[in-house]
């Protein structure tokens, strides 16, 4: 079971870019995917989770109305498309998979069991 984060990079505030995850060894199908993020000098925060046949789909406060999660499950993918983008956004975006009986509808967003090595959003003029 592997999850291969990418899409980061560094973008001007009020830019877009759009990160996937994508799945190895395993279909998404029956798996909740949600998007973590870790600013410097922060903890890791949730921010985003696409519940098993995204029946469910939820956003923290903080990016609510910005960002979007999809996913593909022909290609394996989700993806989570962010819009105008600030500073306050910089930070390593992880993706985590999870097909737990609670986590799979995203009702328990902690500790879960596979993760993405991250990557890189800078937001910066």
């Known amino acids: 079971v592997q999850l291969q984060a990418s899409g980061g990079g560094l973008v001007q505030p009020g830019g877009s870019l759009r990160l996937s995850c994508t799945a190895s060894?395993?279909?998404?199908?029956?798996?909740?995917i949600a998007w973590f993020r870790q600013a410097p000098g922060k903890e890791r925060e949730w921010i985003s989770c696409?519940?098993?046949?995204?029946?469910?789909?939820y956003y923290a406060h903080a990016i609510r109305g910005r960002f979007t999660i999809s996913r593909d499950n022909a290609k394996n993918t989700v993806y989570l498309e962010m819009n105008s983008l600030q500073p306050e956004d910089t930070a390593v975006y992880f993706c985590?998979?999870?097909?737990?009986?609670?986590?799979?509808?995203?009702?328990?967003?902690?500790?879960?069991?596979?993760w993405g090595q991250g990557t890189l959003v800078t937001v910066s003029s």
């Open positions: 060894g395993f279909t998404l199908d029956d798996y909740a």
């Open positions: 985590a998979a999870d097909s737990a009986p609670m986590k799979r509808l995203c009702l328990v967003l902690s500790d879960f069991a596979s």
């Open positions: 696409d519940g098993v046949s995204s029946a469910n789909a």
